[in-house]
T-cell receptor, first 114, second 111 residues
Framework: ETGVTQTPRHLVMGMTNKKSLKCEQH?????MYWYKQSAKKPLELMFV???????ENNSVPSRFSPECPNSSHLFLHLHTLQPEDSALYLC?????????????FGQGTRLTVV | QKEVEQNSGPLSVPEGAIASLNCTYS??????FFWYRQYSGKSPELIMF????GDKEDGRFTAQLNKASQYVSLLIRDSQPSDSATYLC???????????FGKGTTLSVSS
């Protein structure tokens, strides 16, 4: 496998469920990100990890909990979500978190909260 | 609040024409600028990046940067129906955090 892979590709969950999104990058990058993409809105940066340390949390509700066990893997743990959390969740990686290198995206997880 | 603004479109051009996509940004200290293309239902893919004022050409694509006016543009020459997609402008902010994206401009190329 190459690039950035995300699983699952689609997820439907109830508001009381707990689920996790997984991301793996095979590019040897140092930084990984979670973005949320909703209809008619810009890509919203949620979390930034650099060398496995969280360096940015953009006021994301605590029902979203990230985890970065190593520089190749990133998780987003979900619990007690709301219907407005339905969106495309994109994982990305880059060589650094300083914004001067391009980000490579996974295919995304289409999340529907019912 | 750091912002990246794009006209959401849709921008419609005939096949073979030049498509011009524009983006403005609010942070005067921004250093790096990227254009991504996103097909419907797919993830964004990088087309070009530009760091210095002026033009940068890559095949049918030209990125133009004017830091004094705080805008960056993407020109697509000889537009093809396969260029129909949403084009996202992304900028790094002065603090060196992750890329900030605009809403994207939807381009439709008719054959």
């Amino acid at each position: 496998e190459t690039g950035v892979t995300q699983t699952p590709r689609h997820l439907v969950m109830g508001m009381t469920n707990k689920k996790s999104l997984k991301c793996e990058q095979h590019l040897g990058h140092n930084a990984m990100y979670w973005y949320k993409q909703s209809a008619k809105k810009p890509l919203e940066l949620m979390f930034v990890y650099s060398l496995e340390e969280r360096v940015e949390n953009n006021s994301v509700p605590s029902r979203f909990s990230p985890e970065c066990p190593n520089s190749s893997h990133l998780f987003l743990h979900l619990h007690t979500l709301q219907p407005e959390d339905s969106a495309l969740y994109l994982c990305a990686s880059s060589q650094s978190s300083q914004g001067n290198t391009e980000a490579f995206f996974g295919q995304g997880t289409r999340l529907t909260v019912v | 609040q750091k912002e990246v603004e794009q006209n959401s479109g849709p921008l419609s051009v005939p096949e073979g024409a030049i498509a011009s996509l524009n983006c403005t940004y609010s942070d005067r200290g921004s250093q790096s600028f990227f254009w991504y293309r996103q097909y419907s239902g797919k993830s964004p893919e990088l087309i070009m990046f530009i760091y210095s004022n002026g033009d940068k050409e890559d095949g049918r694509f030209t990125a133009q940067l004017n830091k004094a006016s705080q805008y960056v543009s993407l020109l697509i020459r000889d537009s093809q129906p396969s260029d129909s997609a949403t084009y996202l402008c992304a900028v790094n902010v002065q603090a060196g955090t992750a890329l900030i994206f605009g809403k994207g401009t939807t381009l439709s190329v008719s054959s």
